[in-house]
């Protein structure tokens, strides 16, 4: 089975700064999708991005980048110029290509945006 | 937009209860999930549907069951609550096309349930 770990229970960026969250899962498949969520006081989930493990290309929305790194199954996520909007619960998240539409979360990781 | 809807916020059970949680999406999708989360250990499957009368167990099924009678709407149901099932329920939905281009997850915003 598949497992996703953010070791990071907690992290904490100044407003304008930058700040990386981290994120690894195991697996033996090779094609899979990989996620980041964001889940702000509200406990609404937002998408925030995604990965395709076929795409060597890191994917980027705005401020918001990731570091893939297929061999280590290493899946971080950058965020740049903080805000304090992005202070949230962020969950790293894998679904296999193959067998379906479940997600497999993370335990998620607290962001803190100091003014 | 897509609009998951969950009937409670917040609920307030007694051990032994039978409860039922109540989740509509809008969008007409064929998907839809119950997930469980928990400090310390995120998100966890408990069932999903992936048409109507149609389900399939997550991770953590047992304790819960499910009920989809209308494309809609999909319920979870404890049907002993106990106290280790006090956690924030989240539905979500999405559709069942080519996995590359509809596999965005639409999400409520929580039901979380106090078993006392």
């Known amino acids: 089975a598949q497992t996703v770990t953010q070791s990071q229970p907690e992290m904490s960026v100044q407003e304008a700064e930058t700040v990386t969250l981290s994120c690894t899962y195991d697996?033996?498949?090779?094609?899979?999708?990989l996620f980041w969520y964001k889940q702000p006081p509200s406990r609404q989930m937002i998408l925030v991005i995604r990965?395709?493990?076929?795409?060597?290309q890191n994917a980027t929305e705005n401020r918001f980048s990731v570091n893939f790194q297929k061999a280590a199954k290493s899946f971080s996520l950058k965020i740049s110029d903080s805000q304090l909007g992005d202070a949230a619960m962020y969950f790293c998240?894998?679904?296999?290509?193959?067998?379906?539409?479940?997600?497999?979360f993370g335990a998620g990781t607290i962001l803190r945006v100091k003014s | 937009d897509v609009k998951v809807t969950q009937s409670s916020r917040y609920l307030v059970k007694r051990t032994g209860e039978k409860v039922f949680l109540e989740c509509v999406q809008d969008?007409?999708?064929?998907?839809m999930f119950w997930y469980r989360q928990d400090p310390g250990l995120g998100l966890r499957l408990i069932y999903f549907?992936?048409?109507?009368?149609?389900?399939e167990k997550g991770d953590i099924p047992e304790g819960y069951s499910v009920s989809r009678e209308k494309k809609e709407r999909f319920s979870l149901i404890l049907e002993s609550a106990s106290t280790n099932q006090t956690s924030m329920y989240l539905c979500?939905?999405?559709?069942?096309?080519?996995?590359?281009?509809?596999?965005?997850?639409?999400f409520g915003s929580g039901t979380q349930l106090s078993v006392l």
């Open positions: 979500a939905s999405s559709f069942a096309g080519h996995l590359a281009t509809n596999e965005k997850l639409f």
């Open positions: 697996t033996s498949e090779s094609d899979y999708y």
């Open positions: 990965q395709e493990a076929y795409k060597q």
């Open positions: 998240a894998y679904r296999s290509a193959e067998y379906g539409n479940k997600l497999v």
């Open positions: 969008m007409d999708h064929e998907n």
């Open positions: 549907s992936y048409d109507v009368k149609m389900k």
